[in-house]
């Protein structure tokens, strides 16, 4: 079946200090990627559509500048969270979208555990 | 947007028992799916089922489009069935994949 790879799974870093997060579509070609964010024990937000080559769509509340969406290929799309801070400690999860009208499935990632100190 | 709720919000349930779970939509959709979210975060698709009845084992699921709601039924619940359940919903304009509120599910030995 199809597998999406997210990476690193876990990260901490510095406040102030930037974040990469990869999303990898491993055995098929995504046509759009999302990312999703979740407090604890709270539901997953999603914060941006991204479509290979074009810019990323953000959701309403969503700074553009501060999350960074770069889908530079079918297969890959990263999130930098930029000069980050302890209020962006959270979980993020990635999933890749495939198919057309009537048959769009959903691949997610295994998300990433962001800690800024 | 569309809105998605769930409930109840948290259940516990003993081993063997059965529950069903509801999850509510403010609109027409294309896509419903019902995942499990372990506890460490990796989400499991159970179900996709933007109409009609499916089952899988012990867990079946059953949509009302054009009332707008959705049930998953879990039978003889087992330990590791504990963890969130979302059910989750996109409209085919966008195919954005929006998330319900979640159940907390704890099954107890």
């Known amino acids: 079946g199809a597998v999406v790879s997210q990476h690193p799974s876990r990260v901490i870093c510095k406040s102030g200090t930037s974040v990469k997060i990869e999303c990898r579509s491993l055995?098929?070609?995504?046509?759009?990627m999302f990312w999703y964010r979740q407090f604890p024990k709270k539901s997953l937000m999603l914060m941006a559509t991204s479509n290979e080559g074009s810019k990323a769509t953000y959701e309403q509340g969503v700074e553009k500048d501060k999350f960074l969406i770069n889908h530079a290929s079918l297969t890959l799309s990263t999130l930098t969270v930029t000069s980050a801070h302890p209020e962006d400690s959270s979980f993020y999860i990635c999933s890749a979208g495939e198919g057309s009208w009537g048959n769009y499935g959903y691949t997610f990632g295994s998300g990433t555990r962001l800690t800024v100190v | 947007g569309i809105q998605v709720e769930q409930s109840p919000p948290d259940l516990i349930l003993q081993e063997g028992a059965n529950s069903t779970l509801r999850c509510n939509f403010s609109d027409s959709v294309n896509n419903l799916q019902w995942f499990h979210q372990n506890p460490w975060g990796q989400l499991i698709n159970l179900f996709y089922i933007p109409s009609g009845t499916k089952q899988n084992g012990r867990l079946s699921a059953t949509t009302v489009a054009t009332e707008r709601y959705s049930l998953l039924y879990i039978s003889s619940s087992q330990t590791t069935d504990s963890g969130v359940y979302f059910c989750?919903?996109?409209?085919?304009?966008?195919?954005?994949?929006?998330f319900g509120t979640g159940t907390l599910l704890a099954v107890q030995p």
């Open positions: 055995d098929f070609q995504a046509t759009t």
């Open positions: 989750a919903v996109a409209k085919i304009a966008t195919n954005k994949l929006i």
